[in-house]
Nanobody, 120 residues
Framework: VQLQASGGGLVQAGESLTISCAAV????????MAWYRRPPGKGRELVAS???????AYAGSAKGRFTISRDNAKNTMDLLMDTLQPEDTAVYYC???????????????WGQGTQVTVSS
């Protein structure tokens, strides 16, 4: 099972961008999904998370500008980022707690990351 992130790119300040994450492989169930990011020269930080019931939580910098969503039937998650600023520049990583078919335990899995660059 892998998490595949996509949709990153270069945008101008004030523009919007949606990044996506898909859990691919033999997935039985996906619980909480989340987006993290690592700005240049800094540590990884939580951006937003969403439960299987669709309940979302946001870090302070994302509140009011970012919207996280998921499609449980497809095991996918999106992050719509509005009014992007240069300080949003980072590698964005998706994360999920999931169970593989035939497994008895939940695993915490990371995607490979997608670069988002916001120019001023």
């Amino acid at each position: 099972v892998q998490l595949q992130a996509s949709g990153g790119g270069l945008v101008q300040a004030g523009e919007s961008l949606t990044i996506s994450c898909a859990a691919v492989g033999s997935v039985l169930a996906v619980h909480t999904m989340a987006w993290y990011r690592r700005p240049p020269g800094k540590g990884r930080e939580l951006v937003a998370s969403i439960g299987h019931d669709g309940r979302a939580a946001y870090a302070g910098s994302a509140k009011g500008r970012f919207t996280i969503s998921r499609d449980n039937a497809k095991n996918t998650m999106d992050l719509l980022m509005d009014t992007l600023q240069p300080e949003d520049t980072a590698v964005y990583y998706c994360n999920a707690n999931l169970r593989q078919n035939g497994a008895s335990v939940w695993e915490n899995v990371w995607g490979q990351g997608t670069q988002v660059t916001v120019s001023s």
